[in-house]
């Protein structure tokens, strides 16, 4: 085979087998109890964050909201919310991830955060 024809068929297969790679990533982060924002107070267990395309569960953790779905993402950020109308808030700058998550119970508004590892 003429070495373009080598080169033609090698750029033919990445392009063809490089979006499953792309796409079948699931990132998973490792992170410390929630802490209320207002009173400093401390929730027992840590949870795991899950992301898989734009879904996002929590595994663990003390809150009852367990699964999100991607409603905005910035170059800073990753906004998530539920069906029960909780939002989250992901960083996006560095390898720790600050979560923020806001909820509104009974017309009180309780703010929760934590730090999350990969």
């Known amino acids: 085979m003429k070495p373009k024809k080598i080169s033609a068929l090698v750029l033919l297969a990445t ?34 964050i899950k992301i898989n395309d734009s879904s996002l569960s929590i595994l663990g953790g003390d809150l009852d909201a367990k699964f999100f779905e991607l409603i905005y993402s910035h170059p800073s950020f ?29 017309k ?3 703010f929760y955060g934590s730090t999350c590892n990969k």
Do not use: M
Not at 20 to 31: E, T
Not at 81 to 101: A, C
């Open 15 to 48: 392009l063809i087998f490089w979006p499953v790679s792309v796409h079948s990533a699931d990132f998973i982060f490792y992170c410390a109890p929630w802490k209320e924002i207002n009173n400093k107070k401390s929730l027992q267990n840590n949870f795991t």
């Open 78 to 106: 990753y906004l998530f919310s539920s069906p029960s109308g909780v939002l989250l808030n992901i960083s996006r700058d560095s390898d720790q991830r600050n979560v923020t998550l806001w909820q509104n119970i009974r």
């Open 108 to 110: 009180e508004q309780l």
